[in-house]
């Protein structure tokens, strides 16, 4: 039952935090502490000292193109095409490498100027005192600093790459010859170079301009139902951001105008040639009738050749006719399948009217394909159904112009037939009167066609004069005031949470790996009584008897204090034999055993200091006179008595027994009945016999010593001791049964000033912050 009372106290404590632990973290590791609040924060600073700024500015744009051809009362050429993911197409233009290419050079962004700082440079941009003209013949000077310092007026010494490479002198304003490129330098109008200043400048790659742009440039959409898109451009110099992102907008304007009517602009430049050639044609047959007028002097054919004439010009125009209709009616054929598909109103006029509601039912159709394929999958039940809808009429209009051209087909070769029978009687006729007429006929063939494409080109012309970008620029770029980034609210925040964080784990692995004693309230789950606690020494000149050297200290009261409790222990007994032991050396067992002997002979009692520890004997200078051949181990073989081994000290009523030579068995001595004996005999002539014993968790010599005590006072070194060390006494006294063992928590700190109550150690509380700068000082 005991030891699960000790258990659960352990546990307790254990689940607990030990501020007392923390305190003396505090006052030990202080400078780690701030050196790491020191070393966040100051990584912070230079973070936002040594990264440059980056400014972003932006433009707001909407986007709308328009087709208005029939505002000037012409049908449009082309049906108008549905807008699917427009605002997707409009930004892929804004980042494509052709697009990005117009804008570098428009803005001649070839050459970068810098002003070279001692970690930092800075681009001048349009601020820079010079400019340089270049010519290359050799590629690899692209993006390859150059580094130059004026040396005089109109003199300049260049680096190129490195500079430390061997500079090259040149004239402002001069041609600079070197191999594979040549530079002319020249000095801005009412600008000088900065005495402190060093300066470069590079001459930037096609490919590197594209990579930098397309890196730092953002087009995002903003309002899909308003068609309006972000355009923002991010650089470390403030000006540059803006003119670059002013010049995508002024470029844009007329990149997608070019590029939305480049269909018409080849279409008419096909019209262009081929009425060209149609004029050459006409005008050699006008050369040819002229000539023919000239030669003959008349124009005007016999009459009998009239009628055959005017009967082959009618046929001519009928097949021109019937030609005309089925170059209609093929293309139709073909696209039929097409959803671009539009009857224009001549058009309409060639067919009839059940292939008319045909072909205009069918185009409703694909309109109404092409809107639900922005709300439908092709998968679903409605767009199928749309497209066998689709499928059913396009079949039908194909059967009925399949047939009309039929039709047309065995008319034009009726008309073939008709016009050779024609030309068969007027092959009679006279040779110039048919070459006049065919060329005649000929000609008015080629003047209807003629019209028919200048017709034609008119109507392109006009649907590109009148598809005009409704696009609007709704914000112009800004000229950011404030960067964006470095973000130095919150880097300082990170860098101060990041000390705070930092320093916890630090605090918090050093609560971890701390495994000692470090205040009274842990020596307080022992099941043995505590007798007392003594402060560290502050001044250890003198440490043999502590309390002679420096009676008024505070560790001298300490013992004092323990003196006293001492009474409360055995009070029956006369006479007192006291076992003062530890786990380890170095905790101060031999120490408190000088000491409390020095006390108690204070206040006129007869004491004798035994030193058991014949293993390594104590070499303690306060006894000077000391025989080392003779002591405790001699006297238990009986070699020597014990009134022969025994030293005086200053102090009357103290007497001192040291430990002897070291014997080959010291647990065996203290087994035999001389040690009973000895104690015995000594009993008649001192009040209290201190025994210096052995470490007992090293040796097991000590705990031999301790059955024979009345009382065992048990050592614990704050700061030094483990905590292991309790469990060790726990089992020494489980295992012994112990029941007369009391313990002393030695070299507490003292960091405040130290009451003493009753026979009991109280650490008050203390400014720690106060106690922490004390130390360090």
């Not at 050459?111 to 349009?126: A, D, H, K, M, P």
Request: glycine share 4%; net charge neutral; hydrophobic share 40%.
């Amino acid at each position: 039952m005991k030891d699960n009372v000790q258990i659960q106290n352990f546990t307790s404590s254990a689940e607990s935090i030990d501020f007392n632990k923390l305190r003396v973290i505090f006052r030990h590791k202080w400078f780690w502490i701030v050196l790491i609040f020191i070393l966040s924060n100051l990584a912070a600073y230079l973070v936002v000292r040594y990264t440059k700024d980056l400014y972003q500015s932006e433009s707001e744009i909407k986007l709308d193109v328009k087709q208005d051809a029939s505002d000037l009362g012409i049908s449009e050429l082309l049906p108008e095409r549905q807008k699917i993911n427009m605002i997707s197409g409009e930004i892929e233009t804004l980042q494509s490498k052709l697009f990005l290419s117009r804008v570098i050079d428009s803005l001649n962004l070839h050459v970068s100027y810098f002003s070279i700082g001692q970690i930092l440079n800075t681009e001048l941009y349009t601020s820079s005192p010079f400019v340089v003209e270049y010519t290359f013949t050799n590629s690899s000077y692209y993006n390859t600093p150059f580094y130059i310092e004026p040396i005089s007026t109109g003199e300049y010494e260049l680096t190129i790459g490195n500079k430390s490479s061997k500079p090259i002198q040149g004239k402002f304003s001069d041609s600079l010859f070197l191999e594979g490129i040549t530079l002319v330098i020249k000095v801005k109008p009412n600008a000088s170079f900065v005495p402190d200043n060093s300066y470069s400048f590079v001459i930037n790659s096609r490919d590197a301009l594209l990579d930098y742009i397309s890196k730092n440039l953002t087009v995002e959409p903003i309002k899909f139902d308003a068609n309006t898109i972000r355009v923002s451009f991010k650089d470390s110099n403030p000006f540059k951001a803006r003119d670059l992102v002013n010049g995508i907008d002024s470029i844009y304007l007329a990149f997608s105008h070019e590029q939305k009517n480049l269909a018409n602009k080849q279409k008419i430049e096909w019209l262009s040639n081929e009425l060209g050639a149609l004029e050459k044609q006409m005008e050699a047959y006008e050369h040819y009738f002229e000539n023919f007028t000239l030669v003959n002097r008349t124009s005007d054919l016999e009459s009998d050749l009239k009628r055959t004439i005017e009967l082959i010009h009618k046929i001519d125009s009928q097949r021109f006719d019937v030609s005309r209709r089925l170059v209609e009616l093929n293309s139709h054929l073909d696209a039929l399948s097409n959803p671009e598909l539009f009857l224009r109103l001549n058009q309409q006029k060639m067919f009839p009217e059940y292939i008319n509601r045909n072909l205009e039912k069918l185009q409703e159709l694909y309109f109404e394909m092409d809107r639900m394929k922005l709300s439908y999958n092709e998968n679903t039940f409605a767009f199928r159904q749309k497209q066998s809808e689709i499928e059913t009429l396009r079949n039908r209009a194909f059967t009925q112009l399949t047939e009309l051209k039929e039709g047309l087909l065995k008319k034009q070769q009726e008309l073939n037939q008709s016009k050779t029978k024609l030309e068969n009687d007027f092959a009679s006729m006279p040779d110039k009167t048919t070459q006049y007429t065919k060329k005649q006929r000929f000609y008015k063939l080629y003047e209807e066609f003629y019209l028919t494409l200048m017709q034609n080109k008119s109507q392109f012309e006009i649907a590109q004069a009148g598809s005009t970008p409704d696009f609007k620029i709704l914000s112009t770029a800004n000229l950011p005031s404030s960067p964006i980034s470095p973000n130095r609210p919150m880097i300082f925040g990170v860098g101060f949470v990041a000390s705070i964080v930092l320093n916890i784990f630090f605090i918090g692995i050093l609560y971890l790996a701390n495994n000692k004693i470090n205040s009274l309230y842990e020596i307080e789950r022992l099941s043995v009584p505590l007798l007392g606690a003594v402060p560290a020494l502050r001044n250890k000149n003198g440490i043999g008897l502590y309390i002679q050297s420096h009676p008024k200290s505070m560790v001298s009261e300490a013992l004092r204090t323990l003196r006293t409790n001492l009474d409360f222990f055995n009070v029956h007994a006369a006479k007192r034999v006291i076992a003062v032991s530890s786990t380890v050396s170095g905790e101060g067992k031999s120490f408190i055993a000088l000491n409390l002997c020095g006390v108690m002979a204070l206040s006129r009692k007869k004491v004798l200091l035994l030193d058991l520890d014949m293993r390594k004997p104590k070499d303690n200078t306060y006894f000077q006179n000391k025989d080392k051949s003779k002591g405790i181990s001699t006297i238990l073989i009986r070699k020597n008595t014990w009134s022969e081994c025994l030293v005086k000290s200053s102090i009357d009523n103290f007497d001192f027994i040291p430990a002897g030579p070291h014997p080959p068995n010291p647990s065996e001595l203290l087994l035999n009945g001389e040690f009973s004996q000895l104690l015995e005999e000594l009993k008649t002539q001192y009040d209290y016999i201190i025994m210096d014993t052995p470490p007992v968790g090293i040796v097991t010599d000590g705990i031999m010593a301790m059955k024979n005590a009345d009382i065992t006072i048990y050592i614990f070194r704050a700061n030094y001791s483990k905590k292991s060390f309790i469990d060790n006494l726990n089992r020494i006294i489980r295992i012994n049964k112990f029941d007369n063992i009391t313990s002393v928590l030695n070299a507490v700190p003292s960091s405040s000033e130290t009451a003493y109550g009753y026979g009991y150690y109280e650490e008050q509380p203390v400014n720690w912050l106060t106690s922490i700068f004390k130390r360090g000082a």
